[in-house]
């Protein structure tokens, strides 16, 4: 009869191979619903393998960053950076008390000027605690026409329009036809966006549940339109099914 020596187990080894081996399950199930998103979600292979080798990837949080907040900001250009006609702090700062604490004649004022995707951009982040005047900016960013044609929202703008404009709708609940009209019209512009459907993966739970409420203000505004049997008052309220890209 043949005889086995059993030795001792090593429980680190073990306990190493175990690791290895959740992690690897997990991984082969957040790569396959990947997967099934980016089947309904991609039009090209590219899209379809981005979409996947990002599934590992969670949002940071808004008061999160890349960097330790010790840090003091770094010019990468020495040389060049005392000819460039960039801001100081200060200045920025200023300007952004300004926007904040005057945002009726100042915001008034620069919006006179012909704007472009650019300088809304620049004006957008000196709004950012002034919802008034985000609302502002967003329309005047739509009287020119297509603004954000061919630009890569970042994920950060695009949640902070969805939620500018779900907040707008929650100032009076009575909205009227064209405030309605004119989310949709946004809505529509910002899901037409390159990588629009990559960056609404990388979204964090609240930010989806933004998007979720307006969707359904949305919905419920469509309708009422309908029973009401009103025609829709211009060509962006004649389909909702950009919804579904949301």
């Known amino acids: 009869m043949a005889n086995f020596n059993v030795g001792p187990i090593d429980l680190s080894k073990l306990e190493a191979q175990l690791r290895l081996a959740i992690e690897e399950d997990e991984k082969y199930k957040r790569e396959d619903a990947a997967k099934f998103r980016a089947i309904e979600q991609s039009k090209t292979y590219e899209e379809f393998r981005n979409i996947v080798k990002a599934s590992h990837l969670k949002p940071l949080d808004k008061h999160e960053s890349l960097c330790p907040r010790d840090m003091?900001?770094?010019s990468w250009n020495i040389r060049a950076g005392k000819n460039l006609r960039a801001?100081?702090?200060?200045?920025?700062t200023s300007a952004i008390s300004t926007c904040a604490s005057d945002t009726g004649q100042k915001l008034d004022e620069i919006l006179g000027k012909e704007l472009g995707y650019e300088k809304f951009h620049e004006l957008w982040l000196l709004c950012s605690e002034d919802l008034e005047g985000r609302l502002k900016l967003l329309e005047k960013a739509f009287l020119v026409d297509k603004i954000f044609k061919g630009h890569d929202l970042s994920v950060d703008l695009i949640s902070e329009i969805m939620g500018t404009l779900n907040e707008s709708l929650n100032q009076d609940l009575k909205n009227s036809n064209e405030a309605y009209d004119f989310v949709i019209k946004v809505m529509m512009s910002v899901c037409s966006t390159p990588r629009f459907s990559l960056h609404?993966?990388?979204l964090s739970e609240t930010e989806r549940s933004v998007i979720d409420q307006l969707?359904?203000?949305v919905k419920v505004y469509s309708v009422?339109?309908?029973e009401k049997g009103e025609a829709p008052r211009d060509d962006a309220s004649v389909s909702l099914a950009f919804l579904d890209c949301f």
């Open 87 to 92: 801001p100081s702090f200060e200045r920025v």
């Open 224 to 226: 009422e339109v309908s």
């Open 200 to 202: 609404m993966l990388l």
């Open 72 to 74: 003091k900001p770094a």
């Open 215 to 217: 969707k359904e203000k």
